[in-house]
């Protein structure tokens, strides 16, 4: 599915210089389900924006589906990002004003859908993650497991390839960030790969791979036997 090759990220601000990412080389094959632990400050999150091509690294290599994106513009790589990738976070990043239908609705809007394949397909993820009977409401009236329900419908209902998400569960009681990892892993189970950051070892326990970053560097690897 992926594979970077001595990624290095850097960010300089002012007279500062962090190096987040220390030549990384990791490669994630389709239908993985893969979690990112390490400490505070490790550069997990800087990872997985990377890997979602929201940020750039300094220097190295990033093959996704085996094309080099390295040095992709941001309209070829937010093309490829619509179409592939679909994005979990730990405060839902639900849009306020629309409704939950509408929120998950915006996930099609770039992908050239009639309107009624769109709502046909947006009430069957509504069904799948159980939020249907709620279509109508503003993310602020739901709870906030409700929220990352409406969220991981969000990033599946283009049959993106590939979920990224970062402290999922991070937001949520202990029952509700179980019912999500419970989404997580059945999406997996259909072939969906899955990468994700935690910072809680019994979610990372739903991985089958556990990658451990220090300092910018890939400390560790666990692979589990499925
Ligand atoms: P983690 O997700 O593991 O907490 P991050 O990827 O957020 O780590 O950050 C890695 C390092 O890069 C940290 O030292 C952090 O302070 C720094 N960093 C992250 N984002 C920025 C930024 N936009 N500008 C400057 N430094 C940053
Ligand atoms: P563009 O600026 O070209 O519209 P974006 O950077 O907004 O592209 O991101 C494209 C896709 O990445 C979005 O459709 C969405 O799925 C995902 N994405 C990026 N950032 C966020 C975010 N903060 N919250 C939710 N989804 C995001």
Same mark, same amino acid.
């Given at each position: ?9 850097? @960010? !300089? ?44 690294? *300094?220097?190295? =290599?990033? $093959?996704?589906?085996?094309? &080099? ?8 790589? *937010? ?14 990043? $639900?849009?306020?004003? /629309? ?10 809007? @770039? ?28 993310? *602020? !009236?739901?709870?906030?497991?409700? !929220? =990352? ?14 979920? /990224?998400? &970062?402290?999922?569960?991070?937001? $949520?009681? *202990? ?8 989404? /997580? !892993?059945? $999406?997996? &189970? ?37």
């Amino acid at each position: 599915m992926l594979k970077l090759h001595n990624l290095t990220r850097v @960010y !300089q601000t002012e007279d500062v210089e962090t190096l987040a990412l220390n030549e990384v080389n990791i490669e994630i094959g389709q239908g993985e389900f893969v979690a990112i632990m390490g400490p505070s400050g490790c550069g997990k999150s800087t990872l997985l924006n990377t890997i979602g091509m929201l940020d750039s690294p *300094s220097s190295g =290599q990033y $093959l996704f589906l085996d094309e &080099d994106i390295s040095n992709y513009s941001e309209a070829k790589l *937010s093309e490829i990002r619509k179409r592939n990738i679909g994005f979990i976070f730990q405060n839902f990043n $639900l849009i306020d004003e /629309l409704t939950v239908e509408e929120n998950i609705e915006l996930a099609l809007l @770039y992908h050239n859908i009639p309107s009624a394949e769109r709502k046909s397909r947006v009430a069957k993820v509504m069904d799948r993650v159980g939020i249907a009977h709620r279509a109508k409401h503003m993310p *602020s !009236q739901l709870s906030g497991g409700q !929220q =990352q329900r409406v969220a991981v419908a969000r990033a599946v209902v283009g049959d993106q390839k590939m979920i /990224l998400a &970062d402290e999922p569960t991070g937001n $949520l009681d *202990s029952a509700h960030g179980q019912e999500v990892m419970e989404m /997580l !892993q059945s $999406l997996n &189970d259909e072939g969906t790969t899955i990468i994700m950051v935690t910072h809680s070892p019994a979610h990372a326990d739903y991985a089958k791979r556990v990658i451990n970053l220090f300092d910018g560097s890939v400390v560790t690897e666990n692979i589990r036997a499925a």
